[in-house]
């Protein structure tokens, strides 16, 4: 059985506030949350969007890793890799 589609409002429930859409011509861009309807499903929008770079039509939808790694970073989590500890 196939998970139900995520919407706008699951995301916002999760505490996101914005999302990144990738084109195949390698742009991305970020849209708010907040600016969308909160119906619209990941389907639809990754559908609908078009590049603002090539005008292509459609996009990969995908979560805002700026965004997370940054709100992580504000934790006091580093997001740069350590080297291994030496062994003795």
């Not at 195949?24 to 078009?50: E, F, I, W």
């Not at 939808?61 to 080297?83: F, I």
Request: proline share 7%; hydrophobic share 35%.
């Amino acid at each position: 059985m196939r998970a139900p589609d995520r919407t706008v409002a699951d995301w916002i429930a999760e505490g996101l506030t914005t999302m990144a859409l990738h084109c195949s011509c390698g742009h991305y861009a970020t849209v708010k949350l907040a600016d969308l309807p909160p119906a619209l499903t990941r389907t639809r929008l990754g559908q609908n969007a078009r590049c603002a770079e090539c005008g292509k039509r459609g996009a990969q939808v995908m979560r805002d890793m700026k965004a997370h790694y940054a709100g992580l970073e504000a934790t006091g989590w580093s997001c740069e890799p350590k080297p291994w500890p030496a062994r003795s």
